[in-house]
């Protein structure tokens, strides 16, 4: 998934530290402290997905230099890690996609006694990784979050708690659909009543019809440009990440978030090791270190999206933990599904999907 960084509160950060030290400092109340280990490590991650001061200080603590290369997708990723020269050593898929690696022997198993921060990781997100890793046996969670309607309240006067809006003419031009196969036909099969991993090619061909029904009503098909178009009072509503739409309410307060009665998708990102890995050593040093309270604390203020460990929601103030958009109840999150690799079956979706991008 595409990130964002949550520029206002990095600000902050940013000069917080430099006030408190002239050099990349923090405090490991974790206790951990690492030999140093030389080498490089080579990181394949989302674009602006990481706290860049961290990487310094992770190279400080163990020398290693850290080369980290950016992915715009899933299937960027997966193109990448197939190479038969791959370097990368650490990549942070997302649940599907760790699924269909598992599937094709394409990961190491973590070792967790050089992970003693895995700890941290909060219990209650086993409920939904376990779906697509089993005991968490070759990946961490990193960060997660919901896919909602972000709605400028001042544009959209009803309450929002369907995503039938999305199909209401009045807001016709002023709607935003994510461009993502699996989120737009996905929150569509949910409001069908369907199933978000379904392999019924007849529920599928129904979500897809009824996404062509709304090509007159859209604002157009966006990722990061939705969330400008929204802070700037451009759009009605949009069909966003939780962390985007956090990201965005704190710079327009006529914005709010919810995730519909009828569900929708929690997603994981994951840490993973790939079986062509060089340096497993600094890979599982660099799981640790992102791990512990203060690191992972310091991560998510950066980046805006919700961390699962349970350590740093400690640290963070109730901006972030008292907000349902960053820390979503119980209630939310028991109607939403993770997704999972459907193998052959994309290619039912896929050709939806170019129905639904080519309609007007």
């Not at 990961?107 to 967790?112: A, S």
Request: proline share 4%; net charge negative.
């Amino acid at each position: 998934m595409k990130k964002i960084i949550c520029l206002a509160l990095s600000f902050v950060l940013i000069f917080a530290f430099a006030a408190c030290s002239e050099e990349a400092s923090i405090e490991y109340a974790d206790g951990d402290q690492y030999n140093k280990i030389g080498g490089e490590l080579n990181i394949l991650n989302w674009g602006e997905y990481i706290d860049p001061e961290l990487i310094d200080i992770f190279t400080k603590e163990t020398g290693v230099k850290i080369n980290y290369v950016e992915m715009t997708s899933n299937e960027e990723m997966l193109i990448k890690l197939r190479s038969s020269d791959s370097p990368y050593d650490l990549c942070f898929p997302s649940d599907y996609i760790i699924e269909q690696m598992i599937r094709e022997d394409m990961l190491l198993p973590l070792d967790y006694d050089k992970i003693p921060n895995a700890k941290n990781i909060d219990e209650s997100m086993k409920v939904f990784t376990n779906v697509f890793d089993p005991g968490g046996k070759y990946s961490l969670p990193y960060m997660w979050g919901t896919v909602g309607i972000l709605y400028n309240t001042s544009l959209v006067e009803e309450d929002v708690d369907s995503w039938g809006i999305l199909w209401d003419e009045k807001y016709s031009g002023q709607i935003w659909m994510y461009d993502s196969v699996r989120d737009t036909i996905g929150i569509t099969l949910k409001y069908l009543g369907y199933d978000l991993n379904t392999r019924n090619a007849d529920e599928v061909a129904a979500a897809r019809d009824l996404l062509m029904e709304q090509a007159p009503l859209r604002k157009g098909f966006g990722t990061d440009n939705m969330r400008t178009s929204m802070i700037n009072g451009k759009g009605a509503l949009a069909v966003i990440y939780s962390g985007d739409a956090f990201a965005a309410i704190d710079e327009n307060e006529d914005l709010a978030y919810v995730v519909p009665k009828e569900g929708s998708n929690v997603w994981y990102d994951n840490v993973v090791i790939p079986k062509s890995a060089k340096n497993v050593e600094a890979a599982l040093a660099f799981i640790n270190f992102l791990n512990d309270g203060n690191v992972a604390a310091k991560n998510t203020e950066y980046i805006c999206y919700s961390t699962p460990n349970a350590a740093a929601m400690a640290r963070l103030d109730a901006e972030f933990t008292e907000d349902e958009t960053y820390n979503p109840p119980a209630e939310v999150l028991a109607r939403c599904e993770v997704f999972h690799d459907l193998g052959d079956f994309v290619a039912v979706f896929n050709e939806a999907w170019s129905k639904i991008k080519a309609s007007k």
